[in-house]
Structures are given as structure tokens and as C-alpha cells.
């Protein structure tokens, strides 16, 4: 899993976050904080990209449930191979979103958060999504 691979690692990990307050208006600094973050450890574009989503996704998910009254952070840890992205709180992804059809039974955000990071953790007890990608420092 994301969170056991990091884990064995953490002590050498360079961690920043971001919190914002609750409302979707703050949606775009989360995705402003993950396309710096992820540039500045040599992510791909198409994985900045989808990093992107998914941190949009998934504080869209705690702001609609109202899980997010204290604010959604977005950590990323990283050290010269993995970025690790930790949303807290995401939400449950159980229901799919107001107006739109479940996936198989999952939430429409979820099923395209595991489209595109099929090892995404989705830690229920906690709220929290983990995602952990390679990057590419030189």
C-alpha cells in the first residue's frame, strides 16, 4: 500500500501541505499546490495532471459531505523516488455525487481516482486518501 511503502521511509522525507477552508472556491489552491509540488520533483505533465484531479475530486468529495468543517488539508511527502499525496479529510466516496449514476455500486469520483491510481488507498477510518507516484529527480 501507499501508506506502508512511505512508511518505511518516512524519516528522510521532505513533507509540505496546504489547508484550506471549507468551500469550493479554495479548490483551485489545492490544485495550484500539487501542480508546483509535482513539477518540482519531476512528475510527468500527465501525472500532474491527474494528481491534479484527483486532489480536486477528492476535496469536492469532503466539501459536498460536510466532512470538511475544520478545512481540507493536502499533504504531500516526498524523498528521490516517491511522492506520496494524503488528503484529509476525503470524504467516504460511497455515494456518487448530487445528479450523477454510481459506478458499480461506487461513487463516480472514486471509480475515476482508481481509473487513473488503481493502488490509491482509501483509508475509511481516518478519511483519508493516500496516492504515492515515482518521480523523477535528477
Not at 15 to 37: D, M, Q, T, Y
Not at 76 to 102: A, K, N, Q, V, Y
Request: overall charge negative; hydrophobic content about 40%; glycine content about 8%.
Amino acid at each position: 500500500s501507499p501508506r506502508a511503502e512511505v512508511q518505511r521511509r518516512r524519516v528522510d522525507m521532505e513533507r509540505l501541505a496546504i489547508r484550506i477552508p471549507p468551500g469550493s472556491a479554495h479548490v483551485a489552491s489545492v490544485r495550484a499546490f500539487v501542480g508546483a509540488v509535482g513539477r518540482r520533483l519531476g512528475c510527468s505533465e500527465e501525472t500532474i495532471d491527474d494528481l491534479r484531479l484527483v486532489a480536486t475530486e477528492a476535496c469536492a468529495q469532503a466539501i459536498e459531505e460536510r466532512v470538511a468543517d475544520d478545512g481540507v488539508e493536502v499533504r504531500t511527502l516526498s524523498d528521490d523516488h516517491r511522492l506520496l499525496l494524503e488528503i484529509d479529510p476525503s470524504g467516504s466516496f460511497e455515494r456518487p455525487p448530487d445528479g450523477l449514476d454510481g459506478f458499480a455500486g461506487r461513487s463516480t469520483r472514486r471509480a475515476l481516482i482508481e481509473g487513473l491510481f488503481p493502488d490509491a488507498e482509501f483509508d475509511r477510518e481516518r478519511a483519508v486518501l493516500r496516492i504515492s507516484v515515482p518521480v523523477a529527480r535528477s
